[in-house]
């Protein structure tokens, strides 16, 4: 594995269980017990009941593109050697909705709505990041 020069998020006591479910090759996200909202990024308590009863649950993985963008020029410095890259908001089965990179695949062919399924791309030995790919090969 070559050094990561990229930005890499940053850990804390609350995003440690998500991040270490990401290098076991799961992708997590909170359910309070109490209400039944589902909840993305970690959170201390619930954003609709304001309970502090939140349990990680383990995600299928699949979902849409809800949105997208390609970059094709002008990315940051750090994300040149990359171009093109996309980023998308993918709303995952389970309810809640993330930001990640869409990989594996033509970008001429993404649409919203477009199924997707997560991987897991270990970029330093400490952190693994979700991404997604098209679930039906592109090409």
């Not at 009863?53 to 940051?76: C, H, M, R």
Request: overall charge negative.
């Amino acid at each position: 594995m070559g050094e990561y020069k990229k930005p890499l998020p940053l850990i804390t006591k609350l995003s440690r269980v998500f991040y270490d479910g990401c290098k076991e090759n799961k992708l997590l996200f909170q359910k309070c017990e109490d209400c039944n909202e589902i909840i993305f990024f970690p959170k201390e308590l619930c954003p609709k009941c304001m309970g502090h009863n939140l349990a990680w649950k383990e995600s299928k993985g699949k979902g849409k593109i809800y949105t997208f963008t390609v970059t094709y020029d002008f990315a940051p410095p750090e994300f040149m050697e990359d171009v093109p890259y996309a980023l998308a908001i993918i709303n995952l089965d389970e309810g809640f909705s993330m930001m990640s990179n869409i990989v594996e695949c033509d970008f001429d062919k993404l649409t919203c709505e477009m199924p997707v399924e997560v991987v897991f791309d270990p970029v330093t030995v400490e952190i693994t990041l979700p991404r997604f790919r098209p679930v039906e090969p592109q090409g």
